[in-house]
């Protein structure tokens, strides 16, 4: 008889039963699919992974080619930005192929997984930075939830027409077997030992050692088979792609940044990384159809993550043109009077006090990182512009506070009414004070 047959006729004798695993049938609701999701969600193979195996694994799951997966997932990455919190969930919740339970329901204490308990929590502080950042501030408004919501909509009906198909099987746990204890009863062990036999008083008066019989000779271990000899796996020649999208990526990020500092107010800091970010995407789509370009995942990462904190205030307007250190400017005449006050990080003071009566005219101060402070004659009548994006702005008696405020707008006439000096002021800062008032 077969162990397994010997094992269900034990169960049989114990009273216990063996339990099967339902078939998967019909969902029939939104509910009921989403929890078949969850206990048949797939499992990140070890085999054609480009990273955590997440594309890999959903392609697997649903019969799709998981390069379509990937240029999903790009795609979501540079349109809204919620690639990359996904990515980083599936990795948190998608158990390995051969783990027990997922990152997180290990960190839980559910099970094994080959996800440490710390790299665990760094993925879900990424997934909450990342997925907040998608969500708050994109390149298109509205993309994070857009994206968030296209992705969620694509698995649930993959799964609803698909879920019965390639069904994970559960992890195979440790079998324990029967073993017998000696007083008449079966226990479930993973080894079983046979009671040592009892020495002690004998009826007949025999000498006990009469009674031990000989050992049954042991019979003799067989000799290892040497392995088969077999020839190293060639090396598979290095792909170009990695090293051209790498080039191209340098290349665009430094024409983006010269086109910046030449005046081209499209150029920023968040759309240089858009840039390039869009350049690494290309490349991961062009390697996983011609082979190589998975060192450039290394790259893709951080500048998603570098984009989306850039769009979110208040770092989505800083701009890095200027220089670094203190600027006091006190302009006498018209001439002297510069259209623009631009300064990376510093304090700006600008003093319009000794400009003559004449003429309209107007300027921008505009700091980076910094505390700005603009004086302006008692009697101008002043056509203002004050924001900053993480900082106190105060202007002509109104004022703001905090992060992401909106801009203080309006003309001031001063005390003696209109008909003074036209003067037409923006003052902005990316993070710091500012500060219009008059002398």
Avoid at 58 to 80: E, K, N, Q
Avoid at 124 to 140: E, H, N, P, R
Wanted: with cysteine; charged share 15%.
């Amino acid at each position: 008889m077969s162990r397994r047959g010997r094992y269900r006729m034990l169960l049989g004798m114990s009273g216990a039963s063996e339990t099967r695993s339902p078939k998967p049938g019909a969902l029939n609701g939104f509910e009921e699919t989403v929890k078949d999701f969850w206990v048949s969600r797939p499992r990140r193979p070890h085999a054609g992974r480009k990273l955590a195996g997440v594309a890999a694994a959903i392609g697997y799951r649903y019969g799709i080619d998981p390069v379509v997966v990937r240029i999903a997932l790009v795609v979501t990455t540079l349109f809204g930005g919620f690639g990359v919190p996904f990515y980083l969930l599936g990795w948190l919740f998608l158990p390995g192929e051969s783990d027990e339970v997922s990152g997180f329901e290990s960190l839980i204490g559910r099970g094994r997984s080959s996800v440490s308990p710390a790299f665990a929590v760094v993925l879900m502080v990424l997934s909450v930075v990342s997925a907040g950042g998608s969500i708050t501030g994109s390149w298109f408004d509205g993309g994070g939830l857009i994206s968030c919501a296209l992705i969620a909509t694509a698995l649930y009906l993959l799964h609803r027409s698909r879920g019965h198909e390639n069904r994970p099987a559960p992890f195979a746990a440790r079998t324990s077997y029967p073993a017998f204890t000696g007083n008449g009863a079966f226990t479930m062990t993973d080894t079983a030992e046979a009671p040592a036999p009892a020495r002690g008083w004998d009826p007949l008066a025999a000498d006990p050692a009469g009674w031990d019989l000989p050992d049954a000779p042991t019979a003799q271990e067989p000799r290892p088979t040497p392995p088969p000899s077999y020839e190293a796996p060639q090396r598979r020649p290095r792909s170009k792609v990695g090293s051209a999208t790498f080039a191209l990526a340098v290349v665009t990020a430094g024409a983006g940044v010269l086109a910046g500092l030449n005046g081209a107010g499209w150029f920023d800091a968040q759309h240089i990384v858009g840039l390039v970010l869009g350049v690494v995407g290309i490349g991961l789509v062009t390697g996983a159809f011609a082979g190589g370009g998975r060192s450039l995942i290394g790259l893709a990462i951080p500048l998603a993550i570098a984009g989306l904190v850039l769009t979110t205030s208040p770092f989505k307007n800083f701009d890095v043109r200027g220089g670094l250190g203190d600027i006091t400017e006190s302009p006498s005449a018209v001439t002297d009077l510069k259209p623009l006050y631009q300064h990376a990080a510093g304090d700006i003071d600008l003093d319009l006090t000794k400009l003559p009566a004449g003429a309209p005219y107007s300027t921008t101060v505009s700091n980076g990182a910094g505390d700005t402070t603009v004086i302006v004659p008692a009697d101008a009548d002043v056509t203002f512009d004050c924001r900053t994006g993480a900082g106190q702005a105060s202007c002509f008696g109104r004022s703001t506070d905090g992060v992401s405020q909106g801009a203080l707008t309006g003309t001031d006439y001063g005390s003696d009414g209109p008909g003074g000096q036209k003067i037409t002021l923006k003052a902005e800062n990316s993070v710091g004070n500012v500060e219009v008032r008059r002398a």
